[in-house]
């Protein structure tokens, strides 16, 4: 492969900060609100379903780059450190916020509904609507250990084709028969955990392994593609992959498949689509991107800036109520905008200051 001139990563930072922005969106007005919302909001919102499945795209991607890959002690060790430990200080730290809005408003009973589901909090991150991506994240990445034993096979093109056709159509079957996580109630797979009796000792351990399960075979296309793509880019595709008609395919790409993909294609193909054509946009547009300061904090505080973002919309959300009360009697593209735009900023600026602490670094 060619070599790229500029650091290649700029652009993956650049796209980290649009999936955070996304995300942001994505949770700035939808029909939960009880507001009245625009058809044309709606249709807006559905460019920004980009976050999640860029993230596990992204991850995914950089995890399978190098192989063989060698996960032992200390392996686990670093995503002890970067994920799990993060995870847990988060939900700690929403599970506090929450009790102390939820005491200070009189809604005891919302308290007893969070505190009542400790499993949920623990491994299905359940102390804030966001917090599910990480134990997701977690769950990728036990498939790592079947990647040195996948790259042994010969024909690697041929048989990551047929694996990735196969990890589709499995992970298709777990949405359509609705064995996918139910983050209203925290389950996956309802009908075989049924079977168990609530009360039965072993109700919460196998909650806990179909919740993963899940988790796996949504992962599991993610994978696949990962190792596909990393194994054409071996390839000498360089001098093409590179070029700027390339990043204008991928950009277009990106574009509709963000618009239109999930109105008519499979929910399975259309999430890898949208994913993996941002982490490829990035990847190719990085040739053309200089070196910033600007776009290197980007990429470094976005994961912050997601995991941060609720506290901050509450902010804004009380702050425009009290000041700009009509943006917030109905949902619009320009409402939408307005809090996203204040949210993301001000967690940016949060997030940078926060930063600072070497401490506190590590886990943001």
């Not at 780059?65 to 996960?71: D, E, M, N, V």
């Not at 005491?103 to 359940?126: C, H, W, Y």
């Not at 997030?351 to 670094?361: D, E, T």
Request: aromatic content about 16%.
């Amino acid at each position: 492969m060619s070599k790229v001139t500029t650091n290649r990563l700029n652009g993956i930072d650049l796209c980290r900060g649009i999936a955070a922005f996304a995300v942001i969106l994505v949770h700035s007005g939808d029909e939960t609100w009880g507001l009245p919302i625009s058809e044309a909001a709606i249709r807006f919102r559905y460019l920004f379903y980009v976050a999640v499945p860029f993230f596990l795209a992204t991850s995914l991607y950089f995890g399978t780059r190098k192989l063989p890959l060698t996960i032992d002690g200390n392996f686990w060790r670093k995503k002890l450190k970067r994920i799990v430990i993060p995870y847990l200080l988060w939900s700690l730290f929403y599970v506090v916020i929450k009790t102390g809005i939820y005491s200070l408003t009189n809604k005891t009973d919302e308290v007893q509904r969070m505190l009542g589901d400790p499993i949920a909090l623990v491994f299905f991150g359940a102390a804030s609507y966001h917090l599910y991506f990480m134990p997701l994240l977690i769950s990728g990445m036990l498939l790592l250990y079947f990647a040195n034993y996948i790259a042994k096979q010969k024909n690697q093109i041929s048989f990551l084709l047929g694996f990735t056709i196969f990890s589709l159509i499995t992970y298709q079957l777990l949405i359509y028969f609705q064995n996918d996580f139910n983050l209203s109630n925290n389950t996956a797979f309802p009908e075989l955990l049924q079977l168990i009796p609530i009360d039965n000792l072993l109700y919460q351990p196998w909650r806990i392994v179909l919740v993963y399960l899940s988790w796996v075979v949504r992962c599991l296309p993610y994978f696949a593609i990962a190792l596909l793509v990393n194994q054409i880019l071996k390839q000498n595709i360089g001098r093409w992959f590179y070029t700027k008609a390339t990043v204008a395919v991928l950009f277009v790409i990106c574009v509709l498949a963000n618009a239109f993909a999930e109105q008519i294609l499979p929910i399975a193909l259309s999430e890898t689509i949208i994913g993996y054509s941002l982490l490829l946009l990035g990847l190719a547009v990085s040739k053309y991107l200089p070196e910033s300061n600007l776009i290197s904090s980007l990429g470094a505080c976005s994961f912050g800036i997601y995991l941060i973002h609720p506290v901050i919309k509450r902010a804004v959300d009380i702050f425009l109520v009290k000041f700009l009360p009509k943006v917030t009697q109905s949902i619009s593209i320009s409402s939408m905008l307005t809090y996203t735009i204040a949210t993301f900023m001000i967690s940016w600026a949060v997030i940078c200051l926060m930063r600072q602490n070497k401490f506190v670094a590590q886990y943001i």
